[in-house]
């Protein structure tokens, strides 16, 4: 190498360096962030049927589709003691119904460029399609049909109650399933909240009369709301909302049966997985429900300590310990009903260390407001991810249900992200010492019992049998 290459490669070493250098300075140094705005609900039009039937048309984004779905205030709380009739009544929404057979429904959803979905939850069953924008009345009316004429053949019974007893069989073998299900079973005892799994031989035994007679005891016009959302002519679909529903039914009032889930410590016995390699833990309680001034403040209490990929929790069991691998911690919300976990999968030989760094990350948090510049991260990214799960078709008719099934105002939407950014350190303290509270919390471990029952033995107190 000549002196002058020498000296040619030495310049551009040094320039690179400085270069480099330059743009590392910069990254570290992003600008400030614009000023969180808070979120504008689009213009809606909200219109009632004689027979009690809601109806709310969202003109929303430029993409020539539009999502119709219709929503029942009848659920899994409806089957009484009888669980999962209410899924398999649903299953047959698809099955056909007294003018078009099953193929017909899926050859007509498809010829509209969508497909139907159907989905039961505690509360709602669901049913719901996307089309392309100029198909939607011709949607509401093929929904119309599904949901108010199923025909329930006979000859699809056993093949539907097969498919939910493999469902139920799977859900047997998988530890977080059976963790919500001893949680929610300690907590609601025998409310329908509290039963998540079927029973396999009442499930066996359900005949098509009973799927029927749920369907009929349990749906009418003014148990439901249609929304449309998207891209549509909004006088064509009232005017199919009204020629396909209107004369509906009125059929039953909503059922009202609001839980008054167990307080205090409840005991849970560690439910036995013999040769397990991991232990699944699931820890919780009731909390406030949607409509509570401390809500918006409890969420951001659950992003911060558990519920978010940075949150305390995760980054010490997971980052930190390396005790597992997809920690988290969420509220679930029925109508009037609201409950706090954390779930961890966690290494067998860990399972005491674990709950023990759960515990004090609560602990910490409830004594020790958190500092303003973590609180403000959590704060910017609650309100984002608000933002984008109300920036789809789908994501506003959530959002507008949940507001009608909680009978919250518009003003939780359109306040949302301002009371977000009011949350102080202080209040989330507060928050986490309110509702967080360590000696009511409901403990259920799924494991080998033979290595971890000493673990949690000083969480769990005396074993239940």
């Known amino acids: ?66 999502t119709i779905t219709v929503i029942v205030r009848s659920g899994n709380l409806n089957e009484g003691d009888q669980t999962w009739l209410a899924d398999l009544s649903a299953d047959f929404f698809l099955e056909g119904t007294t003018s078009r057979s099953a193929e017909d429904v899926a050859r007509a959803a498809a010829t509209m ?11 709602q069953t669901t049913i719901s399609a996307d089309v392309l924008a100029e198909f939607t009345p011709d949607m509401v009316a093929l929904l119309a049909d599904v949901v108010r004429n199923p025909a329930f053949p006979e000859a699809e019974l056993e093949r539907l109650k097969r498919d939910r007893l493999r469902q139920l069989s799977v859900a047997q073998t998988q530890p977080q399933q ?29 005949t098509l009369d009973d799927a029927r007679n749920f369907y009929n005891n349990n749906f009418g016009a003014q148990r439901t709301q249609v929304y449309v959302a998207g891209v549509f002519d909004s006088d064509a679909t009232r005017t199919s909302i009204e020629s396909a529903f209107g004369d509906w039914q009125k059929g039953p009032d909503v059922l009202i049966n609001i839980p008054k889930p167990a307080t205090g410590k409840v005991v849970v016995d560690v439910v036995d997985r013999p040769g397990a390699s991991q232990s699944n833990l699931l820890l919780g309680l009731p909390t406030v429900a949607p409509g509570s ?22 980054s010490n069991i997971r980052e930190d310990k390396g005790y597992t691998y997809s920690p988290f911690s969420l509220i679930s919300a029925r109508y009037r009903d609201a409950t706090w976990a ?50 789809t078709r789908s994501g506003i008719i959530n959002v507008l249900n949940t507001l009608d099934l909680q009978e919250l105002p518009d003003t939780y939407l359109s306040n949302y992200v301002s009371n977000v950014f009011a949350i102080t350190p202080e209040q989330v303290s507060e928050i986490a010492q309110t509702y967080l509270r360590e000696e009511d919390m409901t ?9 971890i029952s000493e673990q949690v033995a000083p969480y769990i107190g005396d074993e239940e049998e």
């Open 178 to 206: 059976m963790a919500v299900a001893a949680f929610r079973k300690a907590l609601y005892g025998d409310h329908p909240y509290g039963r998540v799994l079927a029973d396999e031989a009442q499930l066996s035994a359900f």
């Open 293 to 314: 001034a401390d809500w918006i403040p409890l969420q951001i209490t659950n992003s911060l300590l558990g519920g978010s990929f940075s949150s305390r929790i995760t």
């Open 342 to 391: 954390q779930s961890a999968a966690v290494t067998t030989d860990v399972t005491g260390p674990a709950l023990k760094e759960i515990m004090y990350e609560i602990d910490n948090l409830q004594s020790n407001p958190p500092p303003a510049e973590e609180l403000d991260g959590i704060k910017n990214y609650a309100a984002g991810i608000f933002v984008l799960q109300n920036s």
């Open 113 to 123: 460029g969508g497909e139907i979905n159907v989905s039961v939850g505690p509360d």
């Open 443 to 451: 403990l259920v471990v799924i494991g080998d019992r033979s290595k």
């Open 1 to 66: 190498m000549t002196k002058l290459t020498k000296t040619i490669c030495t310049a551009v070493a040094l320039f690179l360096v400085t270069f480099v250098s330059a743009q590392e300075e910069e990254k570290e140094t992003p600008p400030a962030g614009g000023t969180p705005k808070d979120f504008t609900l689009p213009a809606k039009n909200t219109f009632g049927l004689d027979n009690g039937l809601q109806a709310t048309l969202i003109p929303f984004g430029s993409v020539p589709k539009s």
